[in-house]
């Protein structure tokens, strides 16, 4: 499944993303991906809760202007810009690298640094 892409965090919550199918001019990179969050997740400035979200992105010069939105309101939360990754690095079409790995979320050639909140104790 090159178009989808999710983690586990050590509490057993589940962070993932699915490539959405658009077509058309009218699509204009608003809504292109779905996101799963069940645990909270920052993305460089952007703080999500757990939820469903939509992520679309518009191509800058040499980056991508990347906004997340409410899946249900379709509220923007926020935007974030995703940066080239290194020369000789793996396109990828969707995918969440594990933190131990990379915290990086990679859309095609770009990536957008996340960080896991750590979960309250019970």
């Excluded at 995703?82 to 131990?100: C, D, K, Q």
Aim: no cysteine; hydrophobic share 40%.
């Amino acid at each position: 499944m090159r178009t989808a892409s999710g983690i586990v965090n050590s509490s057993g919550k589940i962070i993932a993303g699915v490539v959405l199918i658009t077509a058309g001019y009218s699509a204009d990179g608003k809504y292109s991906h779905y996101l799963l969050v069940q645990s909270p997740i920052t993305f460089g400035e952007i703080s999500l809760a757990a939820g469903n979200y939509v992520i679309g992105w518009q191509r800058g010069e040499d980056d991508l202007i990347v906004k997340f939105y409410d899946a249900a309101t379709g509220e923007e939360r926020g935007a974030v810009t995703a940066h080239r990754l290194v020369t000789g690095s793996r396109v990828e079409s969707f995918r969440i690298w594990p933190p131990s790995n990379n915290s990086i979320l990679q859309i095609g050639r770009f990536a957008i640094p996340y960080f896991l909140e750590k979960q309250p104790a019970k």
